[in-house]
């Protein structure tokens, strides 16, 4: 079953975001992720603080999502993530097909 990343993020740099950016996008795709939503206008329509920039990527399991996040190749897109961005990140599973 697919699972997802949700990251609601806030950009500190911008030159250090492009830098995670790059290096995430690799990992990503090495660990058989892609990208749904990447960024763009999101509306807040009912409840809560107006939303930040939403990225939402898709892996074909929680175990791959997993292996990704542990990887070395994500580790080095970690190291830049700390000057580019603050984020809430959320895991979360797919419904199953109907």
């Known amino acids: 079953m697919a699972a997802y990343v949700i990251s609601e993020v806030e950009v500190r740099d911008i030159e250090a975001m492009e830098r995670y ?6 990992s990503i795709a090495q660990y058989g992720g892609r990208y749904l939503v990447r960024g763009g206008p999101a509306e807040t329509v009912e409840g809560g603080p107006p939303a930040k920039t939403l990225i ?25 993530r700390w ?8 895991f979360v599973e797919g419904a199953a097909p109907a």
Do not use: N, T
């Not at 950016?21 to 690799?26: I, K, Q, T, V």
């Not at 000057?83 to 959320?90: G, P, T």
């Open 21 to 26: 950016r790059a290096l995430a996008a690799g």
């Open 56 to 80: 939402i990527v898709e892996f074909p399991s929680m175990a791959r999502l997993r292996e990704w996040y542990a990887s070395p190749e994500y580790a080095q897109a970690l190291d830049e």
């Open 83 to 90: 000057r580019a961005l603050d984020r809430r990140l959320i």
